[in-house]
C-alpha cells in the first residue's frame, strides 16, 4: 500500500481569492511610506506563506529577484530622496541624508511586502482556473478573459520563438558578430512574430464566435468556497494589523500628507 502525500494548500484554493488578498495586502500597505507597516505585513506574509505549505525552492527563486528588484528601487531613493536631516553625503543631484535613507529602507521593505504575496500565491496557478474563476465568480466579460487567457496562454512561446530565431540566424552565419546588433534585430523579429500570432488569433477566435453572445457557458465550474474566503480574511487581517502598528508605534506617515 503506497501513501500519497497530501497537496499543498494553496493549489486548491481558487486563483480568484489569491488576487483579492494579494490586492487587499497592497491597497493596505501603499497608504502610508513607512518601514514599521510594510515590515509587519512582510512578517505575516511569511507566516502565511508557511501555513499554505507553498515550496520553499520556488519561494526562494521568487524572493531573489524580488529583492533585487526592491534593492534598486531603494537604491534609487536613497540616491535621490527626500533631502532631510543630517546630510551624510553629496555629490551633483547626489544626497544622502537622513531623510532619504528612512524612506530608502521604508520603499525596500514595502516593494517586497507588495510584490511577495502577488508572486508568490500564483506559484502552480493554471491560467484557465484563473480564467474560469474570473468569468464566473467576478463576473467578467467573457471575451475579455478569453482573450486574456489566449493571450497568457501565447506567452510560453515566445521564449521558443527566441530559440528558433537564434537557429536560423546561426545557420545562415549572421550571428556570430556584434550581439547588441543581433539582440536587437532579433528582438524586433519576435515582435513582429508576436504581433502575427496575435492577430491570426484574434481572427480565428471571432470566426468561432467567441464573442457572438453576451453569455456563455464554462466546461469546469468555479467555486469560492470557505477556504478562499478564509484566504481573503487572512489578507484583510494582514492590512489592518499593519496598520493598526504602525498607527500604534507613531510611524504611521499617510501618502497623502506629503
Known sequence: MTSVDAAPAHTAINPVAKLAAAFVIAFGLVASVDWVSALTALTLELLLILALRIPLRAVLIRGALLVLAAGLTGITILLYGERSGTVHWQFLMITVSDGSITLAVATFVRVLAIALPSVVL????????????????????????????????????????????????????????????????????????????????????????????????????????????????AGFGIAAASIAVSVATGHWNFIGSR
Open 122 to 233: 500564483f506559484i502552480d496557478t493554471d491560467p484557465t482556473e484563473l480564467a474560469d474563476g474570473l468569468g464566473q465568480v467576478l463576473r467578467l466579460p467573457a471575451r475579455f478573459v478569453l482573450g486574456a487567457l489566449a493571450g497568457l496562454r501565447t506567452v510560453g512561446l515566445l521564449r521558443q520563438d527566441w530559440r528558433y530565431l537564434g537557429y536560423a540566424r546561426r545557420a545562415r552565419g549572421v550571428a556570430d558578430r556584434n550581439r547588441v546588433r543581433r539582440a536587437a534585430g532579433q528582438s524586433f523579429a519576435l515582435l513582429v512574430f508576436a504581433i502575427r500570432r496575435g492577430s491570426m488569433l484574434a481572427t480565428a477566435m471571432e470566426a468561432r464566435g467567441f464573442g457572438a453572445y453576451p453569455t456563455r457557458t464554462w466546461a469546469r465550474p468555479s467555486r469560492f468556497g470557505a477556504g478562499e474566503a478564509a484566504l481573503v480574511l
